[in-house]
Each structure stands twice: as structure tokens, then as C-alpha cells.
């Protein structure tokens, strides 16, 4: 815990995370005492991401840039699953390879991680692309006597033989019959099962000719390969949404330590599910949004991430269009309050009261996020700052030191959360692009479309023609052009340092 008065050393922290192996909150430090090695379950890719994955992969986004931020480099593995049952089905039905199916979805995300901000990972690893490494840890597990084939020539993993199986779900698995299997990747029964770790080819699927048979490897050896192959057989964090810590976690656990006898990873981190009206947003539910669906509603990529980030990840989030309009006035506000500091003429000196701000708001900061990443107390402590600063800038009671110890408090506070520097026009545009490829600019909002028909240039130089308008005072052509603007969703605001414009 950092106290006012220590040292303005953010790189002193140590982010204390919640660890599901545990059950409390433990210190989360590179073993080597380099880098921080993490893996993250990555998406299927059988169709488009929703909002509830990318909830997921944007609280890990401000793990790894929280940890940047304090000084521990990551080295952040992230598997992307390309071949499983529904996109062999898939694929099958539209007549296609699972490569060229899988290609569309694959882009897709990297471009919604990209409109999200959410950084790539130091190294992405494809199913498809380690099946010699899946093939050779089953006949490891085999070697070992915890695999076994069955008739149709599918491999199994022996769950008799890893008896602290369900050590990170706390299942009790008393009751677990020997030699019971299930052969589906995705399972919600209380009792476990052997599972599933090599299917035997079926007619017309496609399968890998491998050591151990033709056919394609099951989910969750998929990740333990990968997993150790880039991280080593023992590594710092594992992380993934709630509904993998069982089976598939506990699996991989299983797996991985039956092969080596080490700890698999060290610390395991869940992230509790984004719901719609109380339940879990899913595809087979029915009940999910894209990042897409929300762009053409006319709802910027910020707000989106900052509405799935502000509240923490262990608590469940029920998302309400609600929530989007909060997070677009949040950084509204944040933008404003920034643009208003750059833009400023401040005096030379500072006020106690304003040092004293900034100062505790950059510990408050810290110590909500290095307190298992609480986002929403982080959140608060700025705006506590920009709420203060704002006062007293209106009473004249704020200088240009003031300015310069909270400009780099901003700073901070973007490094992690990344709204403030506005990059929503790209997104946007990106997302009409994709609509008139897909048949759906019938979803576009208005507003949307008509700011897209305006380039950020034309809005520049009509601005222009506004001030010079105005100047000359000539108020009739300096309305109309700001009335122009607003049928087309652009905003100004006047303000005594010049005019800014955004698009609503
Ligand atoms: P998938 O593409 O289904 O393998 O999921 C990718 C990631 O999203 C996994 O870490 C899941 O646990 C996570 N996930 C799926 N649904 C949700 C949800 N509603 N809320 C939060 N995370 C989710
Ligand atoms: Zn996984």
C-alpha cells in the first residue's frame, strides 16, 4: 500500500490478484524476476466475438498494462482455437476448409481488438499450427499411464490418475466413477469424467496424421501445449472468463502436471461473465451484442471499453445500454478536462490545494488498481481529481505547476484505461465498411452515417470557415455552418481557447 508522502514511485507496486488456486489474494511477481510469463484462453473461432468474450479480454488488457505501468514486463501468450466441433460443423455446411472458415473470424477479431484498444499479446499461438506438440504430450500422458485409447481410436485422458483433480474449482469429485468419459470439449456436469484428449478422424473431417493416430486434438490439450511451449512447464498466470476454470482449466491442470510433475501455473485468474438481464451472455442464448452491432448503433469504441472495464473483474456486470451512454459523458468529460489543460493559460506558481490533489489522486489510483485491479475505485479517484482541478480553474485558484502534476496523473491513468486520446473516428469507419460488406447498413444509426459522410478534413476546414465567418462578423454564414455540422453529428464548443469540435 503506497501512503501520501512516499516517494512518486508507481514502479514500487506489486499488484496483489485475486488467484483462484488459493482462494485469496496473492502478490503477483515474475518467478525469474524478468518478465511476467501469462497465458490466456483466446476465442474460437467459429463466428464473431461478443461484448461478454471481450469483457474477458479487455480485464486482462488492464492487467498486462497495469503491470507494464509499475515496471514488470509481460510475456502474454494467447491461443486462438480454429479447429473444434462447431467449426468442423460449420465449415462442413458452407462447403469450406476449416482454414478459409476460420480466416474471416480470425481478422475480425484482431480488428475488434484493435477498435477495443486491447493490446496483442507477445506471441499468438493457432491449434492448428502445434498438433505435433498436442500429439506428443498425450503420448507423454500415455507413457505415463494416465492416457488411454479406446476402440474408435480416441485418446482419454485417466482422470484416476491426477488425484488432486479439482483442486482449482474445489469440486468434489467423491462420487466420480472410474473410466466414465465424455468426448465434448464443453461440459457442465457436477461429476467429472476422463476426457477427451485426441478425437479418432471421422469420414470427410478434417484430421493430422500424428504419432498417435489420424485425427484432431481435443480442446484442452490444445492449451497446455501451447501453454508450455512458449512459457516453459511452469509459469506465473493463467487467466480466462469463469467458465473455463472447470472443466477446462481443471483439465489442462490435470494434464499438464500428470506430464511433468511441476506446477502448471502459478496463479490462476477468472474474470466473472458480462450478463444481460441476469444471465450470461452467450451465442447459444441468443442474448449478445458484437463490438460491431454496437458501433453501428452510433456508440464509440471507448465508451465501449470503458463501460466493460469500469466495473471490476470479479464482479458479474449486467450491461445496459445505460452503461454505454455513461461511459460516453465519462470521457466526454475526461476529454473536455484535458483539451482544457493542454489548452489553458495558466500563471506561474501552484496552489497547496491542487499539489495535494494530484498527489493523492496518483495513490488512490495505485492502490485501487494494485488491490486486484479495482477499476471503478481507479476511475473514481480521477475524476475526484478532474472535479477538483475544474473548481478551481473557474475560481482562478489553478496554476501552471498544478497543470504539470496532473497532466502526467492523466497520463498514467491512460496507459491503462486508453479512452482519453481520441481514436473513434477509425473504428467507426471501419465498422460502415464491414456493414456494406454484410448487408447491414440497414443497423447503421443516422448519425452515424451522416458523420461518416463528413472526413475529419471537411469538418477542419468548415470549422475554419466558422472562425473566419465569425471574425468578420458575419454571424449568418457562421450558424449556418455550425448548423451544417450538427445535421451531420458534429458538435463544436466555443471556449476562450478556440473551437473544438467532436462528433456526437
Ligand atoms: P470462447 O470464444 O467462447 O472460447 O470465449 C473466449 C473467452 O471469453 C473465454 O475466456 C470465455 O471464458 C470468455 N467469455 C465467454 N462468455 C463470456 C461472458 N458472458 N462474460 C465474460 N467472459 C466470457
Ligand atoms: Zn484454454
Redesign the pocket.
Known amino acids: 500500500m503506497r501512503k501520501p508522502g512516499d516517494a512518486r514511485a508507481v514502479e514500487a507496486m506489486t499488484l496483489r490478484l485475486f488467484n483462484t488456486l488459493t482462494g485469496q489474494l496473492d502478490a503477483l511477481e515474475p518467478a525469474d524476476g524478468k518478465a511476467l510469463r501469462m497465458y490466456?484462453?483466446?476465442?474460437?473461432v467459429y463466428d464473431y466475438?461478443?461484448i461478454?468474450?471481450f469483457?474477458?479480454?479487455l480485464q486482462i488488457d488492464i492487467l498486462r498494462r497495469f503491470l507494464r505501468l509499475t515496471g514488470t514486463p509481460v510475456r502474454h501468450v494467447m491461443n486462438i482455437?480454429d479447429v473444434d466441433d462447431k467449426i468442423i460443423r460449420n465449415s462442413a455446411e458452407a462447403g469450406v476448409s476449416i482454414g478459409e472458415y476460420t480466416a474471416r473470424y480470425v481478422e475480425a477479431f484482431f480488428e475488434d481488438l484493435e477498435a477495443l484498444r486491447i493490446e496483442r499479446p507477445e506471441q499468438i499461438a493457432r491449434a492448428t499450427e502445434h498438433i505435433p506438440q498436442m500429439a506428443s504430450l498425450v503420448e507423454k500422458l500415455a507413457r505415463a499411464g494416465a492416457a488411454y485409447k479406446a476402440e474408435d481410436g480416441s485418446w482419454y485422458f485417466r482422470l484416476k490418475a491426477f488425484p488432486e483433480y479439482g483442486k482449482l474449482s474445489k469440486k468434489d469429485l467423491s462420487g466420480m466413477e472410474d473410466g466414465a468419459r465424455v468426448d465434448v470439449d464443453e461440459y457442465e456436469k457436477d461429476s467429472a469424467r476422463d476426457f477427451a484428449l485426441w478425437k479418432a478422424a471421422k469420414p470427410g473431417e478434417t484430421s493430422w496424421e500424428t504419432a498417435i493416430g489420424q485425427g484432431r486434438p481435443g480442446w484442452h490439450i490444445e492449451c497446455s501445449a501451447m501453454a508450455m511451449e512458449y512459457l516453459g512447464e511452469s509459469f506465473d498466470l493463467h487467466c480466462?472468463?469463469?467458465?473455463?476454470m472447470f472443466p477446462h482449466h481443471e483439465n489442462e491442470i490435470a494434464q499438464s502436471e500428470t506430464a511433468t510433475h511441476k506446477p502448471f501455473a502459478r496463479h490462476w485468474m477468472h474474470?466473472?461473465?458480462?450478463?444481460v438481464d441476469g444471465r450470461?451472455?452467450?451465442k447459444s442464448e441468443g442474448n449478445f451484442y458484437t463490438p460491431r452491432d454496437l458501433l453501428l448503433k452510433g456508440y464509440k469504441a471507448s465508451a465501449i471499453r470503458l463501460a466493460l472495464i469500469s466495473v471490476p473483474y470479479r464482479r458479474p456486470f449486467n450491461f445496459t445500454f445505460d452503461s454505454l451512454t455513461d461511459a460516453t459523458n465519462a470521457i466526454d468529460r475526461l476529454r473536455t478536462f484535458q483539451a482544457r489543460l493542454k489548452a489553458g493559460k495558466f500563471a506561474a506558481g501552484e496552489s497547496k490545494e491542487m499539489q495535494e490533489a494530484a498527489a493523492e489522486a496518483r495513490i488512490k489510483y495505485d492502490n485501487a488498481l494494485g488491490n486486484d485491479l479495482n477499476t471503478a475505485e481507479a476511475l473514481a479517484a480521477i475524476f475526484e481529481l478532474a472535479r477538483a482541478a475544474n473548481t478551481a480553474m473557474d475560481q482562478g485558484q489553478f496554476f501552471a505547476s498544478d497543470r504539470d502534476a496532473i497532466l502526467p496523473v492523466l497520463r498514467d491513468f491512460d496507459a491503462v484505461f486508453d479512452v482519453i486520446e481520441d481514436r473513434d473516428a477509425e473504428p467507426a469507419r471501419r465498422a460502415m465498411a464491414w456493414a456494406e460488406q454484410a448487408g447491414r447498413m440497414g443497423d447503421v444509426a443516422p448519425e452515424l452515417k451522416a458523420a461518416q459522410s463528413l472526413g475529419d478534413e471537411a469538418i477542419e476546414a468548415l470549422v475554419a470557415e466558422r472562425t473566419t465567418a465569425k471574425q468578420a462578423r458575419n454571424f449568418a454564414r457562421a450558424d449556418e455552418i455550425r448548423k451544417e455540422l450538427a445535421e451531420k453529428g458534429v458538435v463544436l464548443e466555443d471556449s476562450k481557447d478556440g473551437v473544438r469540435w467532436k462528433r456526437k
Do not use: I, Q, W, Y
Open positions: 490466456a484462453c483466446g476465442p474460437t466475438g461478443h461478454g468474450n469483457r474477458t479480454f482455437t480466462g472468463g469463469e467458465d473455463l474474470v466473472r461473465f458480462l450478463l450470461k451472455m452467450s
